[in-house]
Structure formats: structure tokens, C-alpha cells
């Protein structure tokens, strides 16, 4: 393979899979080199957003999950199952993203139900990323798959920036528009 035009981390949630892969195939197709992590426990999310567990070259961060009232959701495990000082429950939220994250040069692209929620994108920032966009209601999976594919369509194929390609994406319809895109200052 040739340089790649990008380098994107993939981080996929419980019950992602099927999203994820044509996510995958289109990126790569569009010249895009990923590197793909399912999610199975939070440690594993954990060692991803803290660099851990992530390429050093990576641009672009996709968080595929399931979303709800702004918390990513995760597969809930028995309680001797987790791993001493990992976050416990079905939800890994803000908090955590401040305890465990270190996002610095990322951009972050969170493709889950409310995962724009204003705390979760202030936790993101605050630890390092350039910009942070995600839907902020209840969004349609089709249309995050679209608003994916249409975005890094624009910014690969096209040439554009960031900002000219993530309002081209949030246009598609009524879906795509609760995307939100929030910058470091």
C-alpha cells in the first residue's frame, strides 16, 4: 500500500460490527489505512483513548458505539470479572474520559446516539483533541454510517477541509444534521 491519505483508529462498541465493517471497507477504499479495536471490556477502551493501545500515527479517531444520554454504552460484565480500578457498569462516561484519555493531535468522531452531549465534548477537548463531532439526540444508524462515508469522502476525495466537509455530511438530511462539531480554541 501506498502512504496513506489518513490513518484512523477504529473503536468498536458492542453491537457495531456490522456499521463498522462497511465503515472500514469504504475508508480503505477511499485510500485510508485503519487500524481496528472491538471493545470488550472498558480496559480496552481505556488503553485506546490513553494511546496505550493506539497507533502513533493515527488522525482520525472513530468511536462506533451505541449511545445513550451521552455516555458510551458497554457490555456490562459480573462484577468479579473486572479488572482492579476499572470503571464498572454498563456506561463509560465523561468522567472517565477525563481519567483515562489522552487525546493530544486527535480528532475524535464519536458515531452514537447523544454522544454530543456538551460534558462528554468538553472531556474529549479537555484532553487533547483538536475537534470532537458526534450526533447530539437519538440518531439513526444508517445515517451515522452515511455521515461517516460522506465526511471522509469529502476530506479524502475531495480535498476539503474539515469544517466545508463535516457541513457537506451533516446536510445529507434531518438525521445527519444533529451531528455536531466542537474545536479546541
Do not use: W
Amino acid at each position: 500500500m501506498s502512504k496513506p491519505e489518513l490513518t484512523i483508529t477504529l473503536v468498536i462498541g458492542l453491537g457495531c460490527d456490522t456499521d463498522s465493517f462497511a465503515m472500514r471497507l469504504a475508508l480503505e477504499y477511499f485510500g485510508a489505512r485503519v487500524h481496528v479495536h472491538y471493545i470488550g471490556r472498558p480496559s480496552d477502551l481505556m488503553n485506546v483513548l490513553s494511546g496505550e493501545d493506539r497507533a502513533a500515527d493515527t488522525d482520525y479517531l472513530i468511536l462506533n458505539f451505541h449511545g445513550d444520554e451521552g455516555r458510551f454504552c458497554m457490555p456490562e460484565l459480573d462484577s468479579s470479572i473486572y479488572e482492579e480500578g476499572e470503571p464498572q457498569g454498563e456506561f463509560f462516561e465523561d468522567k472517565h474520559i477525563t481519567q483515562y484519555a489522552n487525546l493530544k493531535g486527535l480528532h475524535v468522531i464519536a458515531s452514537g446516539c447523544t454522544l454530543g452531549a456538551e460534558p462528554l465534548a468538553k472531556a474529549f477537548l479537555e484532553n487533547g483533541c483538536h475537534s470532537y463531532i458526534a450526533p447530539v439526540d437519538y440518531i439513526d444508524g444508517n445515517a451515522n454510517l452515511m455521515f461517516v462515508i460522506k465526511f471522509f469522502y469529502e476530506i479524502i476525495s475531495n480535498k476539503r477541509n474539515q469544517k466545508e466537509s463535516f457541513q457537506i455530511a451533516k446536510s445529507i438530511d434531518q438525521e445527519t444534521n444533529m451531528y455536531k462539531r466542537f474545536t479546541s480554541k
